[in-house]
């Protein structure tokens, strides 16, 4: 299993980010292939939470359409302008899309502006398929 992250991918969801969100709320996901391509999305938010897509969900389809696997993911939040982009651990439902991948969560002690990758099996020790990590 390879679950390297590595600046590049930060670097494009911050530039999604900056581009797509210049001002306010901002959440954004990058995810790398087996082929080296990055793919990146958006939050897309609905007036029932229910219908809401994760910022991940567009690139993980996007990866699936090209036949491609997710080596790796990295989803970015920033509550407005004024404020830093902070790295966001996916949430359970991406967790369960991105089981066999590499996630990025923040390092211990910071605000979240700095990362490090984890498996799955890393953020859930008692997860439900053991052969999904």
């Not at 590049?8 to 790398?32: F, T």
């Not at 993980?60 to 302008?81: D, F, P, Q």
């Not at 651990?89 to 605000?111: F, I, K």
Request: proline letters at 5%; aromatic letters at 6%; one cysteine or more.
């Amino acid at each position: 299993m390879n679950t390297t992250l590595d600046q590049d991918l930060v670097d494009a969801a911050i530039a999604l980010a900056n581009k797509r969100y210049p001002s306010g709320e901002c959440i954004v996901a990058a995810l790398r292939t087996h082929t080296g391509r990055i793919l990146t999305s958006v939050y897309s938010e609905a007036r029932v939470d229910s219908a809401c897509l994760c910022a991940e969900t567009g690139s993980i389809c996007e990866a699936h359409k090209l036949g491609e696997i997710v080596t790796a993911s990295v989803c970015l939040y920033r509550a407005s302008e004024s404020e830093p982009l902070r790295i966001l651990p996916a949430c359970g439902v991406c967790q369960e899309r991105l089981a066999y991948w590499g996630l990025a969560v923040p390092a211990p002690s910071n605000s979240g502006r700095l990362w490090q990758a984890k498996t799955l099996r890393e953020l859930r020790p008692f997860y439900w398929d053991d052969d999904a990590c």
